[in-house]
């Protein structure tokens, strides 16, 4: 049974790169869908070269305090609406309220 490509989006404040849950549910997506990740990126993280059919999308954010929240909601409400997705999936409750 053929399924119909989806276009899905994980948000996630963290480095998916590093979180297992996200690298599992990516696994899994990447071979009948079009993956796109946003993601929260620090100077002298690993580079992400695994995915190369994965649009990355990594927001430099500051280290702690409200503004890291703040910043990282406004980043993503910025891109979700260039990348069309027909599912959003928030890989964890920070990232939920972004989604709206």
């Known amino acids: 049974m053929k399924h119909k490509q989806q276009k899905i989006t994980l948000i996630f404040l963290g480095n998916f790169a590093f979180d297992a849950r996200c690298i599992n549910m990516l696994d899994c997506l990447i071979d009948h869908n079009t993956v796109s990740i946003i993601y929260e990126y620090q100077k002298g993280d690993a580079k992400i070269d695994q995915y190369p059919s994965v649009r990355l999308f990594p927001i430099k954010l500051p280290k ?18 260039t990348l069309q997705s027909n599912v959003l999936i928030a890989c964890d409750l920070f990232s939920l309220a972004a989604i709206k």
Do not use: M, S
């Open 64 to 81: 702690r305090g409200v503004k890291k929240y703040f910043n990282f909601h406004k980043h993503v409400t910025k891109i979700l609406p």
